[in-house]
């Protein structure tokens, strides 16, 4: 079973850090309660003893200070005298010690004067050990100021009790809490570890099978807003590559449909040639011009695949330059003459004077030659078709209004997309390849440029895109 267990796997690992944890905090414990247990003791009591002595000192001269030393030494279970300079007891005294006259053993006196002249400060805290005691003594000493003659000192002896028997206590309740902890860690971190990755895992799976092609599938939401999030990303993905997979579809079945119908025309007229006009100077001629308009229509596919494909890379990197927008607009339409003069079509340029914007005059060419061409196409009956460039302060506004057919709300979001068709049906245009949109969003993208379409059915549309000056 252990061969099975994937070391890097989130579970494992959110398993494996919990235990961790846990363990160290039982660790901790240990040190802190088991180890450190007489150190820390040692420091307590020290701070303590150190607190009262202080306060002492302070309250010596005040009255009730002999009261003050008597419930303070019965409270606090201490050893509180008051010695004069040879170590002679002042406090406290009863009939017998008043006759005797006690005095501190001058080993313990001695070694108290040494320890008090090293301090940096009015009072001293050691602790000694006494062979004839089973425990060390914490010692505290001060100077007690006597203005009326010598000084006293404030003499405060403290046992420092064992604690081996609560350490054994505390050591044996260490254990079961340890035993309990660890296995308690141990269950709920693969609890909480597999609800976690449960969603995780599920998430994994749909994305194998979309990863499949299945495009159908739909990924499962969790308890977690990280994966409520990750599951709302990769459903927006498979819906955008299910649109993507349709128009990849469309996309060859279009370019295969308008490759077939130059090549075989192009055979057709050749054959024609070959087998019935070869001799006929006017048929041979139309049949001529006839191939070679087809010829021409295959290399603008060509050449427009080639220019969509290079502005959705980045390859061709755009080289922006200063040129009129108005010039260029009307030297594209000379090229609609034709429609002009033999199909009845109107274009109407209104323009401002100063037309100057910033971009690749090429690029922006192909954009105005796209656009007009789109309108031209969807012109039916009401063929005038009006070309706006207005001046809007910073920008250059450059419009091309139709009158045509218009186009469905729905729709608007998708006319840019390669071969997409507001009819459903793919026709030979009348001029242009069909992805002519497609690449105008490329150009103005790689321009950071503002662009859309404005459009109703049956009125006709407006397709629009802004310059910096």
């Known amino acids: 079973m252990l061969k099975t267990i994937d070391k890097k796997s989130l579970k494992f690992k959110m398993w494996t850090y919990f235990v961790i944890f846990a363990a160290f905090i039982m660790l901790l414990l240990w040190l802190l309660q088991i180890v450190f247990m007489n150190s820390y003791y040692e420091t307590m009591k020290t701070n303590e003893i150190k607190k009262i002595g202080n306060s002492l000192v302070t309250e010596y001269g005040k009255e009730g200070f002999e009261d003050l030393l008597y419930t303070t030494s019965l409270n606090e279970g201490i050893a509180i005298q008051i010695l004069d300079e040879n170590g002679g007891l002042i406090y406290p005294l009863n009939l017998i010690d008043i006759i005797m006259q006690p005095r501190l053993d001058y080993r313990l006196f001695g070694e108290f004067l040494i320890n008090l002249a090293k301090s940096q400060s009015d009072f001293v805290i050691y602790t000694r050990e006494d062979p004839r005691l089973q425990n060390p003594t ?62 995780i895992e599920k998430i994994t799976k749909s994305a194998e099978v979309l990863a499949g092609g299945n495009y159908n599938i739909n990924f499962e939401k969790g308890d977690y807003t990280e994966i409520d999030n990750l599951a709302d990303t990769l459903n ?48 041979r001629n139309y049949h001529v011009k006839t191939i070679i308009d087809e010829a ?117 979001a998708n006319i840019w997309d390669r071969y997409y068709k507001v009819d459903k049906i793919h ?27 404005d459009s109703k059915v049956g009125l006709g549309s407006k397709f629009y895109f802004k310059l910096s000056k």
């Open 427 to 453: 026709k030979r245009s009348s001029v242009g390849t069909g992805i002519g949109l497609s690449i105008v969003k490329s150009i103005l993208i790689g321009h950071n440029a503002e662009y859309g379409v």
């Open 138 to 199: 914490l010692i505290y000493g001060a100077i007690l100021e006597n203005k009326e003659g010598s000084n006293y000192f404030l003499y405060i002896n403290s046992a420092l009790q064992p604690i081996d028997s609560t350490v054994n206590v505390l050591k044996n309740q260490l254990i079961i809490v340890t035993v309990i902890s660890l296995g308690l860690a141990l269950v709920l971190s693969y609890a909480i570890a597999t609800r976690l990755t449960k969603p």
């Open 236 to 283: 927006y993905a498979t819906k955008e590559l299910s649109k993507t997979e349709k128009l990849r579809r469309d996309l060859i079945a279009n370019v295969s449909h308008d490759l077939r119908t130059p090549l075989t025309l192009i055979k057709s007229y050749g054959e024609m040639i070959r087998d019935i006009s070869g001799n006929n100077e006017e048929k």
């Open 296 to 412: 021409d229509r295959l290399t603008r596919l060509v050449n427009d695949l080639l220019d969509l494909s290079k502005a959705q890379s980045g390859i061709d990197a755009i080289e922006f330059k200063k040129f009129d927008i108005k010039e260029t607009t009307e030297r594209v339409l000379e090229r609609f003459n034709y429609y002009r003069d033999n199909e009845g079509y109107i274009f109407v340029l209104n323009s401002i004077t100063d037309g100057y914007v910033h971009g690749e005059e090429e690029k922006i060419e192909q954009v105005i030659y796209n656009l007009i061409s789109n309108a031209v196409n969807y012109s039916e009956d009401e063929k005038e078709i009006t070309i706006n460039i207005i001046d809007e302060g910073d920008q250059v506004h450059f419009e091309v209004v139709d009158k045509g057919v218009g186009i469905e709300n729905e729709d608007l």
